[in-house]
């Protein structure tokens, strides 16, 4: 088995099926809650809007009902004894509601990442005020008051609209150790200030009472605190990759070589786009990264592949291997299976303008050309894609035709889970080609028609491959990993 594992699927689940007991170093998450938007959005529609597929996948998460009765009478039943009085004691003044449903699911969380926390490990829980307090309270319950370590404060300066409040500048989050005890530590440096190393070399040697103390300057700086001064990413940032929530990798870093060294187990739970994963793997830590959407797990995937090529090894756990699991994907959940089939061909999610209408669209390939009558134009290409998993007919095809030309795409993609029809081999092929402007000699297949087992076969989608593919932000190439310490003040 290859050390490092990417998961696919709800991470309480995965944590009791796959993650020994003390198995991991470090565990860091940044679980979603906030009741005024959508989370782990991975990116935005062309218009800036939120793409309402991804938020159908997150809109009930944290949401009290059957589900989360059963959840807290499994913590009721099972959760140490202090644990399940806190969590009674919030349902007394809580209630039901979104709040009270986000504790007791992550409750059960936090209890399986302590069980998969070795005793020199570390853990991390990123939280916005929303729920810090709350979580602060659990958290002490299961790791206990004494292996709380610090409250770090991220600050950073975002110039957002807050008319009747002080502007929000930072984030939380609680540090703690399995044990008092033992931990691993590796004390990180920030560069002095001009005024103090200014002070220290005037003032190197001062006399207090009866007492002489020699300063020095340490070589390495000054220890870092618990506020960290690292800038949030903004749009042109080149490591953004489009997702809302995306973390800098500087955030990362503190927290990776502070809390683990080389080698060490690295587990992200909540891992969305993979920050932490990446970092990891660029500081040569062994990695274990879960998200519940397909969406998180592809983004992942080609980060993975456009920071590292062949340099990072990794096993994908809960993805469909052949047309047998591609079903039961399917019949699970519908939308996953469309999300993962788009996957296999780099396209991605498309909501239509109007809330809820796909539009007869699913995915969509964003590409760049230029103009040969104006070299200096760029022109944006658009392939529309449709997902199918059930019976399929003749009728899907004209009705692609059809969108293909209501959308302005230059190529329509036909995906389906059951093998098509001859007269649907046909009709796709009655549509005629498409000329690439940039090479006039060069001609693709107006509609094309792919089935699971062939894309998992490895036969791909014919469409112009030397023009810029803009369907996602790529990841930079990673430069050489550091062995120092030392972090600069940020």
Same mark, same amino acid.
């Not at 590796?186 to 560069?191: H, Q, R, V």
């Given at each position: 088995?290859?050390?490092?594992?990417?998961?696919?699927?709800?991470?309480?689940?995965?944590?009791?099926?796959?993650?020994?007991?003390?198995? $991991?170093?470090?565990?860091?998450?940044?679980?979603?809650?906030?009741?005024?938007?959508?989370?782990?959005?991975?990116?935005?529609?062309?218009?800036?809007?939120?793409?309402?597929?991804?938020?159908?996948?997150?809109?009930?998460?944290?949401?009290?009902?059957?589900?989360?009765?059963?959840?807290?009478?499994?913590?009721?039943?099972?959760?140490?004894?202090?644990?399940?009085?806190?969590?009674?004691?919030?349902?007394?003044?809580?209630?039901?509601?979104?709040?009270?449903?986000?504790?007791?699911?992550?409750?059960?969380?936090?209890?399986?990442?302590?069980?998969?926390?070795?005793?020199?490990?570390?853990?991390?829980?990123?939280?916005?005020?929303?729920?810090?307090?709350?979580?602060?309270?659990?958290?002490?319950?299961?790791?206990?008051?004494?292996?709380?370590?610090?409250?770090?404060?991220?600050?950073?300066?975002?110039?957002?609209?807050?008319?009747?409040?002080?502007?929000?500048?930072?984030?939380?989050?609680?540090?703690?150790?399995?044990?008092?005890?033992?931990?691993?530590? *590796?004390?990180?440096?920030?560069?002095?200030?001009?005024?103090?190393?200014?002070?220290?070399?005037?003032?190197?040697?001062?006399?207090?009472?009866?007492?002489?103390?020699?300063?020095?300057?340490?070589?390495?700086?000054?220890?870092?605190?618990?506020?960290?001064?690292?800038?949030?990413? *903004?749009?042109?940032?080149?490591?953004?990759?489009?997702?809302?929530?995306?973390?800098?990798?500087?955030?990362?870093?503190?927290?990776?070589?502070?809390?683990?060294?080389?080698?060490? $187990?690295?587990?992200?739970?909540?891992?969305?786009?993979?920050?932490?994963?990446?970092?990891?793997?660029?500081?040569?830590?062994?990695?274990?990264?879960?998200?519940?959407?397909?969406?998180?797990?592809?983004?992942?995937?080609?980060?993975?592949?456009?920071?590292?090529?062949?340099?990072?090894?990794?096993?994908?756990?809960?993805?469909?291997?052949?047309?047998?699991?591609?079903?039961?994907?399917?019949?699970?959940?519908?939308?996953?299976?469309?999300?993962?089939?788009?996957?296999?061909?780099?396209?991605?999610?498309?909501?239509?303008?109007?809330?809820?209408?796909?539009?007869? $669209?699913?995915?969509?390939?964003?590409?760049?050309?230029?103009?040969?009558?104006?070299?200096?134009?760029?022109?944006?290409?658009?392939?529309?894609?449709?997902?199918?998993?059930?019976?399929?007919?003749?009728?899907?095809?004209?009705?692609?035709?059809?969108?293909?030309?209501?959308?302005?795409?230059?190529?329509?993609?036909?995906?389906?889970?059951?093998?098509?029809?001859?007269?649907? $081999?046909?009709?796709?092929?009655?549509?005629?080609?498409?000329?690439?402007?940039?090479?006039?000699?060069?001609?693709?297949?107006?509609?094309?028609?792919?089935?699971?087992?062939?894309?998992?076969?490895?036969?791909?989608?014919?469409?112009?491959?030397?023009?810029?593919?803009?369907?996602?932000?790529?990841?930079?190439?990673?430069?050489?990993?550091?062995?120092?310490?030392?972090?600069?003040?940020?």
């Amino acid at each position: 088995m290859n050390p490092n594992q990417l998961y696919y699927g709800d991470n309480l689940d995965i944590l009791r099926a796959y993650i020994p007991d003390e198995s $991991v170093d470090l565990i860091y998450i940044d679980p979603p809650f906030n009741s005024n938007q959508a989370y782990n959005v991975i990116f935005s529609e062309t218009d800036g809007s939120s793409s309402q597929a991804q938020i159908q996948a997150f809109e009930d998460t944290w949401r009290w009902g059957e589900t989360t009765e059963q959840a807290y009478h499994e913590l009721v039943v099972t959760a140490p004894h202090l644990l399940v009085e806190t969590i009674k004691s919030f349902r007394g003044f809580l209630t039901e509601t979104n709040l009270m449903a986000y504790l007791v699911m992550m409750a059960l969380r936090l209890v399986e990442l302590h069980r998969v926390l070795k005793p020199t490990g570390s853990f991390y829980l990123h939280c916005d005020p929303t729920a810090s307090h709350y979580l602060k309270i659990i958290l002490d319950q299961i790791f206990g008051i004494e292996n709380f370590r610090n409250e770090i404060v991220w600050h950073y300066r975002r110039w957002t609209g807050a008319a009747h409040r002080f502007l929000a500048m930072h984030d939380i989050l609680f540090f703690y150790t399995k044990e008092k005890s033992g931990y691993v530590f *590796n004390p990180l440096y920030a560069d002095y200030t001009e005024k103090s190393l200014k002070r220290k070399q005037n003032y190197h040697t001062r006399i207090k009472g009866d007492e002489v103390y020699v300063t020095s300057i340490n070589k390495k700086g000054v220890k870092e605190n618990d506020v960290w001064m690292i800038s949030v990413l *903004n749009p042109q940032a080149k490591e953004r990759l489009g997702y809302p929530t995306q973390k800098p990798e500087a955030l990362l870093e503190r927290i990776i070589q502070a809390s683990s060294n080389e080698g060490d $187990v690295v587990l992200d739970a909540f891992c969305g786009c993979g920050t932490s994963v990446a970092v990891a793997q660029r500081l040569n830590r062994l990695w274990i990264g879960i998200d519940i959407t397909h969406l998180a797990i592809t983004l992942l995937k080609y980060r993975l592949a456009d920071t590292f090529g062949d340099d990072v090894k990794y096993e994908i756990i809960g993805e469909p291997k052949d047309t047998a699991s591609a079903k039961a994907l399917a019949v699970q959940d519908r939308y996953q299976f469309q999300w993962w089939a788009l996957s296999l061909i780099r396209a991605r999610p498309y909501q239509g303008k109007k809330k809820g209408a796909d539009e007869g $669209v699913d995915g969509v390939i964003y590409y760049q050309d230029v103009d040969p009558n104006n070299l200096k134009k760029t022109l944006h290409q658009k392939i529309v894609i449709q997902v199918k998993s059930g019976k399929v007919s003749v009728r899907d095809i004209r009705e692609l035709k059809s969108v293909v030309d209501t959308q302005g795409a230059v190529i329509g993609i036909f995906i389906t889970l059951n093998p098509p029809t001859q007269p649907m $081999v046909k009709e796709a092929a009655a549509a005629g080609r498409f000329q690439w402007l940039h090479v006039t000699h060069t001609t693709y297949p107006k509609i094309q028609i792919r089935t699971i087992e062939e894309l998992l076969g490895g036969r791909g989608i014919e469409y112009p491959q030397m023009p810029v593919d803009v369907t996602f932000r790529r990841a930079e190439r990673a430069a050489p990993p550091s062995h120092q310490l030392e972090i600069e003040a940020r």
